[in-house]
């Protein structure tokens, strides 16, 4: 049940969401046990994003929320892959993609609560 939400300061045509959200399904595979069946994507382009309080350079800032992974296992291939993906569609240099993990304790859907007690690795 992972969710991966991006912010990016620069526009995204809908072929580029269109790839981004393929490329996004293949690389959650990087986690163990996780796949684009299950992965919730969302895109806000032209958000003001200043790094370095510089906002003239193109800059990522991606949420991956994942449930039931606290040993973190592929977050380090994952991130290459997303800094890769940003890169190769968005053009955003690989030293302006950031990437935050947050690991999801509880997890409602379709009426039903998960519990990551309930499915501890």
Not at 50 to 57: A, E, V
Not at 71 to 90: A, Q, R, S, V
Request: aromatic letters at 14%.
């Amino acid at each position: 049940m992972p969710f991966i939400i991006s912010k990016v300061n620069v526009p995204i045509s809908k072929e580029q969401e269109i790839q981004l959200k393929a490329r996004l399904g293949k690389a959650i595979e990087l986690v163990p046990g996780k796949s684009e069946e299950y992965l919730l994507t969302g895109f806000e382009e032209n958000y003001h994003l200043y790094l370095r309080g510089d906002d003239s350079q193109p800059i990522a800032y991606i949420k991956a929320s994942i449930f039931g992974n606290e040993g973190h296992y592929g977050y380090d291939k994952l991130t290459m892959e997303i800094t890769k993906i940003f890169g190769e569609i968005l053009g955003i240099a690989p030293h302006h993609v950031y990437v935050k993990y947050d690991d999801i304790q509880g997890w409602g859907v379709n009426g039903m609560y998960f519990d990551r007690n309930q499915y501890m690795e």
